[in-house]
Every structure is written in structure tokens, then in C-alpha cells.
């Protein structure tokens, strides 16, 4: 255990609005139970169906919801996808639908979602029939089933409404207390978190860390991006990999002691910060990020919960703590 975990108390800085979706109005639905997901798109094995939906209208939204479990060892949940297509009565454009962004199964085999993602509007007859045919994005054994759906339904609805959350830390305790949120995304949401530094990370010992870890509750993120804006609303750095795995971290100052898995090199966002209060947007891989916080961003698909680490040491409480021995590690790079 490094020196730093030793006296990094852990405080819950509490919840807050989470990112949201506010379903639209119901045009249909059809729930399948015990349905494959085996080859590649359009292969024969696939299996399929068909439902009538009722009462039709103008789609701009699907949710699917339900349990996915494992069928052949080594496939990812993610891998399990749905192809709609028009039936009797019907003339939209085919589309593919992604049930979940779980990548690795967990050990109990089992993958539990809800997702509602905005697809291209199109017209559904009220009486007319949708097909679905069950895929693999990856195939990774031919002709045998990979994810098995138990149950699963889909629903076409009106636009979603996906709305961001927000949430304050305050101002940052100043003796390395470790602060978390516990968060959540939805896909296509965002996360707009506020902190503020009494004092700037400009000198030896100085520094703040901010680093997004897998969710404590449900299920967690797995591919999360971030990005800081400075108290004048313009954009600082973003990262998408620095922790472990496919989380993200900024670290500002030398002397940041990392915890083990982080990809990143302490201090590697910048070896000072002035005080003031800034924003952190976290969102899902793949978020594209506005270049001051009154513009344009694009949220990423990956959702779930999350826990948000935020760390900041001030001289002279930096320079105790340095004392304390090795606080700065090895650092991992990735291949």
C-alpha cells in the first residue's frame, strides 16, 4: 500500500442529479424471450422474429430493456446486437441496435439493461409488422449461440429527452482529503461537476488529482472521458484512458502519488493550476467536447454509474505529507 493511501481519508461528497432519459410517448412494443444472438448479420443461423405493432406513429427513439446471459464462454455482452427491419405494411430504412456497452461478462454470466438510444425518425403503420433478427458484432463461434436473451422488449416511442446532471464539491478540503461522487450516464448524457482550489497547485509538493473509477452500485461505466474548464469557461485538458483500464484522469503537479493502474505520468495535465473554480464534464466513450462551456458537445454512448476521485494537496500540507516517504511511483505505460 503506498504512503498516500495510508492518509487519504475517504469523504462522500454525496449525490446529486445524475444524466437521465426522459422517455418519449409509447408508439409499440414487443417483448422475445429466449432468443440467440449466433453469427454475424445476415447469416442463416440468426434467429429471428416478427411482432405488429400498435399504435404506430412517428418513431425518433427505441428502448430496449431485459437479461442478457452468457451462452459461449469469451463473448462480450456488447458483442449481442438487434437488426430492425420493415414487415407487412411497413417502409423505413433497416437499423442495428446495441443493447448494452458491457464488455466483459461478469462471473454470474448475467448482464441486466435498459437503454434508449435517438435513431432516425421514421414512420410506423399502427397494425404494420417490424422484424428483428439477432447478431453478433464479433463473431466469435460460427453457428452455436453466443448471448441468449431472457427476456427482452423493445419499445418505439417519440423523441427521448436525455438530461444532463450537476453537482458542487465546493471548495476543495485542503489536506488530501479524497472527495467522491457517485455518479451516473445514460447514453448521449453528461455530468457537469463543479469544485473550487483556495489556493493554486504551483509549488513543490502541490497537487490535484481527478480520476473517474468504476461504479460502487448497478451497473458501472467501463469507458468513461473527461474534461476541465478553467473559471473563465474555456477548455483546459480532456482525457479518455489515464486510470485503469478505460477510466479516465487528469494530474496536476510533480508530486501526485498515483494509485496503481494509471496510464498517465504524474503532473502529466500540468505542473500548475491557478485557484478558482473550475468544471469537470464527464461523459461516455465517445464524447466529443466543446471548446468553452457555452458550446457545442456530443456525448459518448457508454453509460452506467461511476465514482469520481478528486484529491488536492497545497503546499505546505503537500510537503508533510511528502515526508511521509515515496509517494511518487513507477508508472505503468501502456504497450
Known sequence: MKAFALFALVVAAGSAQASVVIPG?????ATFTGVNSIDAQGSATNNTGSAVIVPGGSVASVRAFGTLNLATAGTFASEARVRFSAGAGNAFSAFNFQH???????????????????????????GGTVNFEWFESFQDSAGVPES??????????????????????????SNGVTAHYNGSHVSGGLDFITFTLSSPVA??????????LAGTTGTSMSDTEIALYGPDGSFI?????GATGFFSQLSYGAADPFPSGSDILPGSSGLSLAAGTYTLVTGGFNTTFASSLSGTFTPGTNSGTYDLAVTFVPAPGAMALLGLGGLVATRRRRA
Open 148 to 173: 441468449t436473451f431472457a427476456p427482452v422488449t423493445y419499445e418505439f416511442r417519440s423523441a427521448a429527452t436525455l438530461q444532463n446532471g450537476s453537482f458542487n464539491f465546493g471548495t476543495l478540503a
Open 237 to 241: 485538458a480532456t482525457d479518455d484512458d
Open 203 to 212: 509549488n513543490l509538493g502541490d497537487y490535484l488529482n481527478i480520476r473517474m
Open 25 to 29: 410517448a409509447l408508439l409499440g412494443s
Open 100 to 126: 448494452t456497452s458491457i464488455g466483459a461478462y461478469p462471473a454470474s454470466g448475467t448482464v441486466n439493461f435498459d437503454t434508449t438510444t435517438n435513431v432516425t425518425p421514421f414512420a410506423l403503420t399502427n
